[in-house]
């Protein structure tokens, strides 16, 4: 059989190039300002609803009594005060924590759109393709929420039949779900995880297959689930080796990152560092940094100077594994079905472009 996932990586490889280079300013800041709200819709968005609501079934147990005065946590049978912490300010941060999420989330998610739609088309523009898409971005993160509600709901109840606490939360008398037999726990235990990883996966699909055929077929969230069905249908191997290859990809690209990042920071960090030295100088030493009016303005300044360029040099390597790795993605997707894929003709055959005469042939 074609493992389309591991062929893709090469497909990849040669559609970032093409896709990224030859190198221009306009296009780069373009993408990198993509990337930059992407952050969200590539990893935040496609867990929008199982992640958030997963964190509030985990967290259930911990605080057990939140009173307009004090907040209680549990101690063994008993409970106590949280010193310091107040009802009021943590509600406030919860329900602007959840505000700022719903509202910027599905922003995120159409700026993924637009990337897809960059890919399609091999030209980068962000205000035709947002307002084209936006209406798409919002079914495709109306259906990832309600993804994560369904299938959160499972957790939810394994959560408070292990921990009676919780019942209390939800208006439960203490004790009422408690002393469920070890057969029953586990029942409803394998049940939750079953339901809690088809959910998963549903919205690594959703986010990874669904998107893109979305984009490539100009069509809503359902009839891009029922494409992408009727081609993954009977590719469950395909499914699986792409899943495999997809984490190693990741964690490699992960890792690529987090060593460009701690190399940009070092180099930042030393600048910074001297640049601080020169100034204390003619304040008094470096003591005057803090203690002093102009130290109080020069500290803060090359604070926020270092950390916006440590943030500007990371940023294209961020931008090269981010676009290689929805290439990636994408690719795997033309592999299985290349209808589905929204991907430049210019893009898809960077690779056949390459291979010499005979190669071109032999393939053909």
Same mark, same amino acid.
């Given at each position: 059989m =074609?493992?389309?996932?591991?062929?893709?990586?090469d497909?990849a +490889?040669?559609? !970032?190039?093409?896709?990224?280079?030859?190198?221009?300013?306009?296009?780069?800041?373009?993408?990198?300002?993509?990337?930059?709200? @992407? %952050?969200?819709?590539?990893?935040?968005?496609?867990? +929008?609803? &199982?992640?958030?609501?997963?964190? =509030?079934?985990?967290?259930?147990?911990?605080? #057990?009594?939140?009173?307009?005065?004090?907040?209680?946590?549990?101690?063994?049978?008993g #409970?106590e005060?949280?010193?310091?912490?107040?009802?009021?300010?943590?509600?406030?941060?919860?329900?602007?924590t959840?505000f700022?999420?719903?509202?910027?989330?599905?922003?995120s998610?159409?700026?993924?759109?637009?990337?897809?739609?960059?890919?399609?088309?091999?030209?980068?523009?962000l205000?035709?393709?947002?307002?084209?898409?936006f209406? *798409?971005?919002?079914?495709?993160?109306?259906?990832? !929420?309600a993804?994560?509600? /369904?299938t959160? +709901?499972?957790?939810?109840?394994?959560v408070? &039949?292990?921990?009676?606490?919780?019942?209390?939360?939800?208006?439960?008398?203490v004790?009422?779900? =408690?002393?469920?037999?070890?057969?029953? $726990?586990?029942?409803l235990?394998?049940?939750?995880? %079953?339901?809690?990883?088809?959910? &998963?996966?549903?919205?690594?699909?959703?986010?990874?297959?669904?998107?893109?055929? @979305?984009?490539?077929?100009?069509?809503?969230?359902?009839?891009g689930? *029922?494409?992408?069905?009727?081609?993954?249908?009977?590719s469950?191997?395909?499914?699986?080796?792409?899943?495999?290859?997809?984490?190693?990809v990741a964690?490699? /690209?992960?890792?690529? *990152? +987090?060593?460009?990042?701690?190399?940009?920071?070092?180099?930042?960090?030393?600048?910074?560092?001297?640049?601080?030295?020169f100034?204390? /100088?003619?304040?008094?030493?470096?003591?005057?940094?803090?203690? !002093?009016?102009?130290?109080?303005?020069?500290?803060?300044? /090359?604070?926020v100077?270092?950390?916006a360029? %440590?943030?500007?040099?990371a940023?294209?390597?961020?931008l090269v594994a981010?676009?290689?790795? $929805?290439?990636?993605?994408v690719? #795997?997707?033309a592999?299985?079905?290349?209808?589905?894929?929204?991907?430049? =003709?210019?893009?898809?055959?960077?690779?056949?472009?390459?291979?010499?005469?005979?190669?071109?042939?032999?393939?053909?």
């Amino acid at each position: 059989m =074609s493992w389309h996932a591991v062929d893709a990586l090469d497909r990849a +490889v040669d559609a !970032t190039r093409g896709f990224l280079f030859p190198f221009g300013a306009v296009r780069w800041v373009k993408l990198a300002f993509l990337v930059f709200v @992407m %952050a969200g819709g590539t990893a935040g968005a496609s867990r +929008v609803g &199982a992640s958030n609501i997963g964190v =509030s079934a985990a967290g259930v147990g911990l605080w #057990t009594e939140i009173s307009p005065i004090r907040v209680e946590r549990v101690v063994g049978p008993g #409970t106590e005060p949280v010193v310091g912490l107040d009802a009021a300010p943590l509600v406030a941060v919860a329900v602007g924590t959840v505000f700022v999420g719903v509202v910027l989330a599905p922003w995120s998610v159409a700026f993924r759109l637009v990337f897809y739609d960059a890919l399609a088309t091999n030209d980068v523009a962000l205000r035709r393709p947002l307002r084209d898409r936006f209406r *798409q971005a919002l079914a495709l993160f109306a259906f990832a !929420t309600a993804l994560g509600v /369904v299938t959160a +709901v499972p957790v939810v109840a394994f959560v408070v &039949a292990l921990e009676p606490h919780a019942a209390r939360v939800l208006g439960v008398p203490v004790g009422g779900l =408690s002393g469920l037999p070890p057969a029953a $726990t586990a029942a409803l235990g394998g049940f939750g995880v %079953a339901i809690g990883a088809t959910g &998963a996966l549903g919205g690594r699909l959703t986010f990874e297959f669904v998107a893109p055929a @979305m984009v490539a077929r100009d069509v809503g969230v359902i009839a891009g689930w *029922q494409s992408v069905w009727r081609s993954l249908r009977g590719s469950g191997a395909d499914v699986v080796a792409y899943l495999a290859v997809h984490a190693v990809v990741a964690t490699g /690209v992960g890792t690529l *990152q +987090v060593v460009a990042v701690t190399v940009a920071g070092g180099i930042v960090a030393a600048i910074a560092l001297v640049a601080l030295v020169f100034a204390a /100088v003619p304040l008094g030493g470096l003591g005057a940094l803090i203690g !002093t009016t102009a130290g109080a303005v020069v500290l803060p300044t /090359v604070l926020v100077c270092a950390v916006a360029a %440590a943030a500007v040099l990371a940023l294209p390597v961020r931008l090269v594994a981010r676009t290689y790795l $929805t290439a990636y993605e994408v690719s #795997t997707l033309a592999g299985i079905d290349p209808e589905l894929a929204p991907l430049a =003709s210019t893009l898809a055959e960077s690779d056949e472009r390459e291979l010499p005469a005979h190669g071109r042939e032999s393939t053909g």
